[in-house]
């Protein structure tokens, strides 16, 4: 079989040409990084966790009338997806304060908002994906204004939808990060959501204990990250049948 072309390495995926024009293959890595990647591991089985809680994410959204780039999952770690063109900004969608906004404002972590706040960085590594407000966006053209009223929208939804599911769970979502893709239907432009959608990219406190079930646990030293999305796609139901702890054999008497 001939060898397919890989596109794209990001730090925790890689996208592969798909089977069809217009597909892409996104294979899910266990490499974990964080803070810009000056702090980086491999932690078994992340890839496979994330592969199906995007998969679960991306396909619950489509349910609910709200455009993904996903279109199936195709083995433990790869999916099949839309290509699109991505915008480059990270959508962080905050319901209450923590990480970089806790930091800025002096906020206790866990602080809750008056009302969800949507924050846009430029996706820009050498510059460490820089805050910029709607003012830049516009100006130097990463986005219509259009294109933003949209972006809003659409983040608000998955908001809504993540915080409903997650709550259903136990989970408390306090923030997350989105990643916006266009695609064109003939000379017609939708804006969907593209990448993924994990732990990686969230923040996911447990309601009762506020135990973190997130990339914070590897940001700050905090457990087993892999321990920690398991526990996650195991309320979700939707644990992979052979990357965990698999039964053991029963002694009969
Ligand atoms: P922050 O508080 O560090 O700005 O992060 C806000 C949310 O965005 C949090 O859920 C983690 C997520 N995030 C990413 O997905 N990628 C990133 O590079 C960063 C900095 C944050």
């Known amino acids: 079989m001939a060898r397919r072309k890989k596109l794209y390495e990001g730090k925790a995926k890689v996208l592969y040409e798909g089977p069809e024009p217009g ?33 679960f994410f991306m396909t619950g959204l489509g349910q609910i009338g709200v455009p993904t780039h996903f279109i199936k999952r195709l083995n433990m770690r790869e999916q099949l ?16 304060a923590a990480g970089s906004m806790s930091k800025r404002l002096g906020l206790e972590e866990g602080t809750p908002l008056p009302r969800p706040i ?9 510059l460490g994906d820089p805050l910029v407000p709607e003012e830049y966006i516009i ?14 929208a659409l983040a ?25 893709g266009r695609v064109w239907d003939g000379d017609f432009m939708r804006l969907i959501v593209a990448d993924e959608i994990s732990p990686d990219s969230c ?4 309601v009762e204990t506020g135990q973190k079930f997130d990339k914070d646990v590897f940001r700050h030293d905090l457990g087993n990250l892999a321990d920690a999305y ?20 029963t002694l009969i008497n």
């Not at 949507?118 to 050498?126: G, H, Q, R, T, V």
């Not at 100006?139 to 809003?152: K, T």
């Not at 608000?156 to 916006?180: A, C, P, Q, T, Y």
């Not at 996650?232 to 054999?249: C, F, I, Q, S, Y």
């Open 230 to 249: 398991t526990e996650v796609a195991k309320r979700l139901g939707v644990l992979p049948t052979n990357v965990t702890h698999a039964a053991k054999p």
């Open 118 to 126: 949507i924050e846009f960085s430029y996706k820009d590594d050498a």
């Open 81 to 96: 997806v839309r290509q699109v063109e991505i915008v480059p900004l990270e959508v962080i969608v905050r319901n209450f």
């Open 156 to 180: 608000l939804r998955v908001n809504d939808f993540m915080s409903g599911v997650m709550h259903g769970v136990g989970i408390k979502l306090i923030d997350f990060k989105i990643e916006i």
């Open 203 to 206: 923040r996911l406190w447990d």
């Open 23 to 55: 597909t892409l293959v996104q294979y899910f890595k266990d490499d974990a990084t964080a803070f810009n990647a000056e702090k980086k591991s491999v932690i078994e089985g992340k890839g496979v966790l994330n592969n199906r809680l995007s998969e």
């Open 139 to 152: 100006a130097f053209g990463w986005a219509s204004q259009q294109d933003m009223d949209d972006i809003v």
